[in-house]
């Protein structure tokens, strides 16, 4: 048995209790993180549509106010226009000035169709302002309603999660770098967290593939660091996680039922002698 090893096999079995606790306090605040997030997410979309709204809103408004002051200069240009129109001296002069007239006379019918328009799609932005002003309060309260709920779960756990974060970092680092690294890389590739597995039943605790029985009398010498064939988890046995290498039931069942049919067989064997 290597001393050292064993020394880095509990180390790194710790750092797994942690983390595992750290996993239990997560899994307290369920989806709320993420749909605090998601929330936010969405008000920032809200928002941003608003006030893309109001500025269109508001470009429409600007719009119309151009439209109407030019409606109000052309209107004037053509009754000065038309007063010319008595003092021309040839039909070239009335013909250019009457063109003139009816040029800006279809500009205002166009500026004025232009501003009916901007009129129609203000009140249908105006609608649609409401609308999101509404979605927007709603998820607001929405939002509101789960930071509440989450500022309880974080005070509730906030005392332990600081001693587990405190009792990692201690932990983490008195392993070398190159097995913090592997560990990193195997908790993170891994759904359930576990990045050291105990043997439990003859198998890997973390992905249960079976281990042969030579394998897990390597592990148990402790000569060296081994991993699950299967998942590549670092296995540690019971000396290590305190937890024995329990014999599944039906195995159990299975010895039972051999040693009372040995029995029976004695008996029948030796009544028949007896009997002989």
Known sequence: ???????KLKALYKIQTIDSDMDKLTAIKGDLPLEVSDLEDELEGLKTRLSKIEDTISELNIEIDNNINTIKD?????????????????????EALSKEIEIMELEILSMEKSNNEAKEAIVLKKEL????????????KDLDFKIEEL????KETEAEEDKLKADRAVAFAKIDERFQIAYTRVRGSVRNGIAVAPILRGSCGGCFASIPPQRQ???RQHMKIIDCENCGRIIVDSTISGLENIIPEKTKKRRVTRKKATT???????????KA
């Open 1 to 7: 048995m290597n001393p050292s090893v064993e020394k």
């Open 74 to 94: 052309k209107q004037k240009t053509i009754v000065r226009y038309k007063e010319q129109l008595n003092d021309v001296r040839n039909n070239r002069e009335y």
């Open 129 to 140: 302002q409401a609308e999101t002003k509404e979605i927007l309060e709603t998820r607001q």
């Open 151 to 154: 500022k309880v779960i974080i």
């Open 217 to 219: 009398s390597d592990i």
């Open 264 to 274: 029976e067989k004695a008996t029948t064997e030796k009544a028949a002698t007896e």
